[in-house]
């Protein structure tokens, strides 16, 4: 079995929007890869086998809304990119613009440019926000997954 190196930890903390939590947020480079990409049959039976729900595997466009989970954990790896994720704070607008390349969202967080095979492991509460800011076509995406 192939193991993981040791991973980066942010500790996120609560904001008025958002509870986030007294858990890290886990960030691992390079998970799955080979020969460049994500191994993506390797990372569905790795997730299957450890009894974790894929649920599915999306394209990010220039926009996605801020929002967390407040009863799951989720495992996200980044199957195509690069692309960009907002960690821990709430959207402020309900323009996009404003709350993607604009200043419409909480201080605080942490904004990470991510690329092929950079897995997180996300606590419950944890908000996250995953979008390609260069999106002339959708070339950011990740598989998600929760614990069964």
Not at 97 to 126: C, K, R, W
């Amino acid at each position: 079995m192939e193991t993981l190196p040791e991973p980066i930890l942010y500790h996120l903390k609560p904001t008025k929007l958002i509870p986030n939590s007294h858990k890290p947020l886990l960030h691992y480079k390079n998970a799955f890869v080979k020969d460049g990409q994500v191994d993506r049959t390797k990372a569905f039976d790795t997730f299957c086998g450890n009894e974790w729900d894929v649920q599915w595997v999306v394209r990010y466009g220039q926009h996605q809304r801020s929002h967390y989970h407040s009863q799951s954990h989720e495992v996200m790896v980044v199957v195509s990119g690069p692309g960009r994720i907002r960690w821990g704070v709430a959207d402020l607008s309900d323009d996009p613009q404003e709350h993607t390349s604009g200043t419409a969202y909480e201080d605080g967080g942490l904004e990470l440019g991510v690329n092929v095979g950079d897995l997180f492991v996300i606590p419950a509460g944890v908000a996250h926000k995953s979008y390609d800011p260069s999106a002339n076509t959708a070339s950011f995406g990740c598989m998600h997954t929760w614990a069964l």
